[in-house]
């Protein structure tokens, strides 16, 4: 008969080497990425121009995503700053970085009201000086209580002399869309052609497009225009229009999303190659997210893919525009985190539903620290590149 202090002894022994294994087990299973975890359901990108990030920054962007949005070198103003003069340096350097670490670019954007050169709205030889700056007055510093000038005044007072012809204006936006499309063609996976051309406001009865830019020098039709010549340029480029908070009124179609959907069904009727609409998703704590699910239900009833391009959803403040945001409380509850998890979640439940027509999902930014919205915590990483509860619960929505 054995020992009873044997027995003892091989019974530990067993104890131990189970506990060790289920200890082993936890610390090396692998955390499931972002990536992995959509892997056949729809992509999953971020946005960066990648200067200055760290090695820890660029190894999260090859490790999370499958790809990427530059979010601003490949803009017409960084790209064309002056008429033929362009600057393909870091936008070069970010295709050839993503093609050499696997990951897939989107060009973002080849035609914006904002950040576009003055000079393509010029005449050609201008004969005046410079338009005095918006809230200055002569000789003196910014005057705090100037009205402040509308977009359309700013863009206005932008322009030196005499305003480019129709035609003029579009052969310069042709050449412009051609030479970029084509230096990328086969590189780069598809485009936001137009952005943001839907004014705020409005009752959602007409398009509503923006009164200055492209909309007053040549008018609705550029749209259409720019599709085409950027189909010419590259024929298997996915062509998308993207706009922010045209999810706005979705379920009872009022508002911007009324507006979108008229100006959708115009480029389609005008025989644009639009492949999907671009909804931002600049998203709060407290967004609809009945008019986000609508929206991607009536896009895809026109037969367009649908993409969340630029998702942030804000751990503090409640605006959900392009401008006019806030910095947030830099004290944030801990609660916010927990709710923010909750809308992450829910968003990406949504977006599993309709995978079918859901084409990619990007995050605008790497981290917290690298976001537009810094300060109001809006993205799945911290600044020190740490997991959020909003990470997990995005992980878990794949599954459900």
């Known amino acids: 008969m054995l020992n009873k202090n044997l027995i003892t002894c091989l019974i530990l022994a067993v104890v131990l080497s189970i506990n060790a294994f289920g200890q082993d087990n936890i610390q090396t299973e692998p955390q499931k990425t972002l990536k992995e975890a959509y892997a056949n359901k729809f992509l999953i990108g971020t946005a960066s121009d990648l200067r200055g990030l760290s090695d820890a920054e660029l190894a999260n962007v090859k490790s999370q995503y499958h790809i990427l949005t530059p979010e601003n070198c490949m803009k017409p103003q960084p790209l064309q700053p002056s008429e033929g003069k362009y600057n393909f340096g870091i936008a070069d350097t970010l295709v050839n ?4 670490n696997g990951i897939m670019v989107w060009g973002h954007t080849l035609a914006w009201h904002s950040q576009t050169a003055p000079w393509f709205f010029q005449a050609e030889n201008p004969e005046t000086e410079e338009a005095p700056q918006p809230f200055r007055r002569p000789g003196m510093g910014w005057d705090p209580n100037a009205p402040r000038p509308t977009m359309a005044e700013m863009w206005r007072r932008s322009i030196k002399g005499d305003m480019a012809s129709r035609e003029v204006a579009l052969d310069r936006l042709e050449k412009h869309i051609k ?12 485009w936001d052609v137009f952005n943001e051309s839907i004014a705020d406001g409005g009752d959602g009865k007409t398009e509503n497009l ?8 040549v008018g609705p039709e550029v749209l259409t225009l720019a599709f085409k010549w950027a189909h010419e340029a590259d024929p298997d480029a996915q062509l998308y229009y993207n706009d922010y908070n045209i999810e706005q009124g979705a379920v009872e179609n009022k508002g911007k999303h009324a507006s979108s959907m008229l100006l959708l069904k115009r480029l389609l009727a005008e025989g644009a190659p639009i492949t999907g609409v671009g ?23 026109l037969g367009l893919k649908v993409a969340i391009t630029e998702l942030d959803v ?28 909750e809308v992450y979640q829910k968003l990406f439940e949504i977006f599993m539903r309709h995978s079918n027509v859901i084409d990619r999902v990007t995050l605008w930014g790497i981290s917290d620290t690298r976001s537009w919205r810094r300060g109001q915590d809006a993205l799945l990483f911290d600044g020190q590149l740490k997991p959020k509860p909003a990470f997990k619960a995005v992980i878990d929505a794949s599954s459900n």
């Open 210 to 217: 923006r009164d200055f830019s492209w909309y007053e020098v």
């Open 179 to 190: 030479t970029v499309v084509g230096r990328y063609k086969g590189r780069i996976i598809g």
């Open 97 to 100: 970085w993503c093609q050499a």
């Open 314 to 341: 804000t751990a503090t403040g409640d605006n959900s525009g392009a401008f006019g945001f806030g910095q947030g409380n830099r004290t944030i509850p801990q609660e916010n985190y927990i709710k923010q998890a």
């Open 279 to 301: 909804i931002q998703g600049h998203w709060h704590l407290d967004t609809d997210l009945a008019d986000v699910e609508k929206a991607i239900v009536n896009y895809a009833s």
